[in-house]
């Protein structure tokens, strides 16, 4: 097995309740996100985060990423750790917020421009588009891209404005094999840019999700004592999984493992019975 060693945390969730109307969607999620090395491996975090439909997972990536407040609770972000502010977190969801009179390349200086001056905003612009192999594509408007070329503008346009974390809903749907595989050595060539890149994956995909990943977050309900449901979704301590510690974090062909094929059809059954 790799070694690992742990740094600083990167996100944190504490005591995160949600209350709409007086029902409780969300309750007392506290989990975090440290930094994780690997030796040779500069390598950013990334969390799947698994639930059964209607369980909040919404509602707790719009927190996440400052864009709703919590009932109670809070987020921190980075490695400063400071409280999540709205645009601190780049959100890609599944209707991509491109602009779609405007071509490619202006799509993501309008993204670069919340955070550099024009010159390191068109600097930056061009370094994703390359990066991104969407160079070719940039005169284009967002109606004439690939589903994939909008989902790596989409992903590409979100890191230009935020802070190194980054949610990710639903990455996978919709999408065919071959263009699977291309989401993936994105989300690869996001966490490899730089060692504080932290990305959530929010997904029902879970094969491709848990394969990228070296964390996951289960979210489902929790009895008492008594064996009664407790009000609220959570993520409890024995659903935060740890893939470093079980020696399954990604690696290349992790998914041809036995021990990795039996860890998944595991999770499923855990989903299966966490709602
Ligand atoms: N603004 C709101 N007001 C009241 N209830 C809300 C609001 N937003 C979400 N909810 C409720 O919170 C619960 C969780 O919804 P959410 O969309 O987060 O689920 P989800 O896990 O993302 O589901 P799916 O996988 O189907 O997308 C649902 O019961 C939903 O009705």
């Known amino acids: 097995m790799t070694p690992y060693f742990y740094k600083a945390p990167v996100l944190t ?20 996100v440290l930094d994780v090395c690997r030796p040779n491996m500069n390598q950013g975090q990334v969390v799947g985060f698994y639930g059964r439909s209607g369980l909040g997972k919404s ?18 972000v980075g490695i400063e750790q400071e409280e999540v502010t709205p645009g601190a977190v780049g959100f890609v969801q599944q209707q991509y917020p491109l602009f779609n009179h405007r ?3 202006d799509n993501l200086l309008v993204a670069a421009a919340r955070k550099y001056e024009p010159e390191e905003a068109k600097r930056q612009t061009d370094a994703y588009l390359e990066r991104f192999q969407l160079s070719q594509h940039r005169k284009k408007y967002p109606a004439h891209l690939s589903g994939g070329q909008r989902q790596r503008a989409a992903i590409a346009q ?3 404005c935020s802070d190194h974390l980054i949610l990710l809903d639903e990455p996978f749907s ?19 840019m730089d060692e504080l890149n932290t990305v959530v994956i929010v997904s029902h995909d879970i094969q491709t999700t848990t394969a990228l990943a ?28 740890n893939l470093a510690e079980m020696g399954l974090a990604w690696h290349e062909n992790v998914e041809a493992e036995p021990e990795f094929n039996r860890f998944v059809e595991l999770l499923k059954d855990e989903i299966r019975q966490s709602a």
């Not at 289960?218 to 659903?239: K, N, V, W």
């Open 13 to 32: 969730l504490d005591n995160v309740s949600m209350e709409y109307g007086g029902e409780t969607v969300l309750r007392d999620i506290s989990a975090q």
């Open 59 to 76: 509602v707790l990536c719009r927190i996440m990423a400052g864009l709703i407040t919590p009932t109670s609770g809070t987020v921190k």
């Open 103 to 105: 071509t490619l390349q």
């Open 158 to 160: 979100q890191l230009l």
């Open 174 to 192: 919709g999408l065919d094999i071959a263009m699977i595989d291309e989401v993936k050595k994105i989300i690869l060539e996001v966490t490899t």
């Open 214 to 241: 070296d964390r996951l977050w289960l979210l489902g309900y929790e009895r008492d004592a008594s064996g009664r449901l407790l009000p609220g979704a959570t993520i409890s301590a024995q659903h935060q999984y």
